[in-house]
């Protein structure tokens, strides 16, 4: 799952990144609005965090011009106005649900994670069942049969990547662009050393193929 953080105060904006990525989200931040409409150009974004009160581009037109693009990306406002006129005026723009300042983090996580699931990717069971492997995208948890496997959050988006593919092929450039955020170099070997690490937790018979010159598969 990919978020983008639009904040235009940096240490909370900085606090924010690192508290999603702990949760296991692909994250990357912009200080302004034009800088936030540049990366969602470049980037399909789950869900949009978005402070209102951002310099350069309000947040306010960010939020009407992804709209008017049909972006499928969901917008979590995030503002101090906490106002019922200010909240139904974030909601009249388009934002998907609003979080007022200050907040308690793990409601931003439950906030987040219920965007993704009403996002308009095909929805996805949080049980994921294959091969004898068992993912529970809820509780983060993984098992292979019946064995506990302890997975970083970067393995486990990827595991969670693969499954969801049932059966196809997902190339290291789209596991780059869902699991990994924009500071990602594709050159640094990044997602081959991630399914290295994934295979020997998963353990034999070995699961993960290598599709030569396409990608990978379950």
Do not use: N
């Not at 200010?86 to 906030?111: I, M």
């Not at 450039?173 to 290295?196: I, K, N, Q, Y």
């Amino acid at each position: 799952m990919r978020v983008l953080v639009a904040e235009d105060e940096r240490d909370l904006a900085r606090l924010v990144a690192v508290g999603l990525r702990r949760a296991g989200f692909a994250v990357d931040t912009a200080h302004g609005g034009d800088e936030a409409l540049d990366l969602l150009d470049l980037h399909p974004y789950d869900v949009l965090v978005l402070d209102r009160d951002l310099p350069r581009v309000h947040g306010d037109e960010v939020a009407r011009r992804l709209v008017a693009a049909g972006s499928p990306t969901r917008i979590l406002m995030l503002t101090a106005a906490t106002a019922v006129e200010d909240r139904v005026g974030g909601l009249d723009l388009g934002a998907d649900d609003y979080l007022g300042k200050p907040f308690e983090f793990p409601e931003l996580v439950s906030r987040v994670r219920a965007l993704r699931r009403r996002s308009a990717r095909p929805a996805l069971p949080p049980l994921l069942e294959r091969y004898g492997l068992r993912l529970d995208a809820v509780r983060r948890t993984a098992a292979r049969d019946g064995r506990d496997l302890d997975l970083s959050p970067k393995e486990f988006s990827v595991l969670q990547i693969l499954l969801e593919a049932d059966g196809a092929t997902v190339s290291a450039e789209e596991l780059l662009d869902r699991a990994w955020d924009a500071h990602a170099d594709p050159f640094t070997g990044a997602v081959r050393v991630c399914m290295s690490k994934l295979r020997a937790k998963v353990g034999e018979p070995g699961l993960i193929r290598t599709v030569q010159g396409v990608g990978y598969r379950l």
